[in-house]
């Protein structure tokens, strides 16, 4: 008979603030807003679940809010993370003022964790101004936790030099088939006390799990479906996991995991297996740019004066070519006359002077 997993226990932060290890993902599928969100965030609620995981940009706020005014859920029981848009705030300002406008469509008096979303698009010190403005906001009472999403371990160590405070929570795509460098991340994190929470763990709604011989046979030995095996495999890493789902069915089967453990074997197999197919990776973490990913990430958030900066500067280029190729078809059409255009200067002071009867540069 397999030993049973030990009742999974709530992720104690810094602040000593307990989040539950599995919550309510509302990004990155079809039911992820309107009615249709609302009552499965709804059903989360009834069948128990407390993390709902959002963020501004998902644009789900107020739906998230009449949800929970529906369940009628005490406040006290309830776990809200949230992330600042840095796709558009870059600055403390900004992002306070993002802050509060959350805090106003969650119709909340606060948020238990507020991240930065990424660091797409930002500059160092961009990232540092919004880092701060968590900080005040965890300061003022906005927000009780602060931490981010898809940074990296530099990226990290950065923002706790400057600041002086270590983000409680880093939430970065982890699944068995994320690179060996994720692995490490996670690893740091563990040690430096950041608890890790994994977005991706399924796939995505497009993801076909049962494509997966390895995830299926594991399925069949614990008796579990697809998902809570890929969903078992991280918590016993020690990340907790933010799954979405629309049906009810599939909402407390994510919520509600059979107390089955994997082995060290199983764990290591799942890893060495193929990545199920349709199965989507985000490659948000900047460990994993390529060439081609790092220059789509400055052309599409880049700031609005590195925007200006390079169209300018591609206008000065066309501008440039079309004077040239204008001055090459003078040229062919009738070279005495170019070879007269080239001795006649385009300084006024000369001009006046060769446009006087007799005058010569000389004078």
Not at 147 to 171: D, F, K, T, Y
Not at 193 to 220: F, M, R
Not at 354 to 362: F, L, Q, V
Request: glycine share 6%; net charge neutral; with cysteine.
């Amino acid at each position: 008979m397999r030993p049973a997993c030990a009742p999974l226990a709530a992720v104690e932060l810094q602040s000593g603030d307990l989040m539950p290890p599995i919550g309510f993902g509302t990004c990155c599928r079809p039911s992820a807003s309107g009615s249709e969100l609302v009552a499965s965030t709804l059903a989360f609620l009834q069948q128990g679940g407390r993390l709902i995981d959002t963020a501004q940009m998902y644009g789900n706020h107020r739906e998230i809010a009449e949800a929970i005014r529906a369940s009628r859920v005490d406040r006290s029981e309830l776990w809200l993370t949230s992330k600042v848009n840095t796709r558009v705030v870059k600055s403390r300002g900004a992002a306070l003022r993002s802050i509060n406008t959350s805090l106003g469509e969650l119709d909340l008096p606060f948020i238990n964790l507020m991240l930065v979303h990424s660091s797409w698009g930002l500059t160092s010190q961009q990232l540092l101004d919004v880092w701060r403005a968590l900080i005040q906001a965890r300061d003022e009472g906005m927000v009780r936790n602060i931490g981010v999403s898809n940074l990296v371990r530099h990226q990290i160590e950065q923002l706790e030099q400057e600041s002086g405070v270590r983000p409680a929570v880093n939430e970065i795509e982890f699944h068995p088939w994320v690179p060996n460098s994720t692995f490490q991340l996670v690893e740091w994190c563990t040690s430096r006390g950041i608890a890790v929470t994994a977005y991706g763990s399924l796939g995505g709604s497009a993801n076909s799990l049962g494509s997966s011989s390895e995830v299926s046979s594991l399925a069949k030995r614990h008796n579990v479906s697809n998902a809570q095996v890929l969903l078992r495999w991280s918590l016993q890493q020690g990340v907790a996991v933010i799954p979405g789902a629309s049906s009810t069915e599939h909402i407390i089967e994510n919520l509600h995991l059979p107390r089955f453990c994997l082995s060290q074997a199983e764990s290591d197999g799942l890893i060495r297996s193929p990545m199920p197919r349709s199965f989507t990776r985000w490659y948000n973490l900047e460990s994993e740019w390529g060439p081609l990913t790092r220059a789509w990430q400055y052309m599409t958030f880049s700031s609005i004066v590195l925007d200006i900066s390079i169209v300018a500067a591609l206008a000065v280029c066309v501008m440039l070519a079309i004077r040239h190729r204008k001055h090459k078809q003078l040229q062919r059409a009738d070279p005495l006359a170019m070879q007269d255009a080239n001795f006649t200067s385009e300084d006024p002071a000369e001009l006046e002077l060769t446009s006087r009867p007799g005058a010569s540069s000389e004078e």
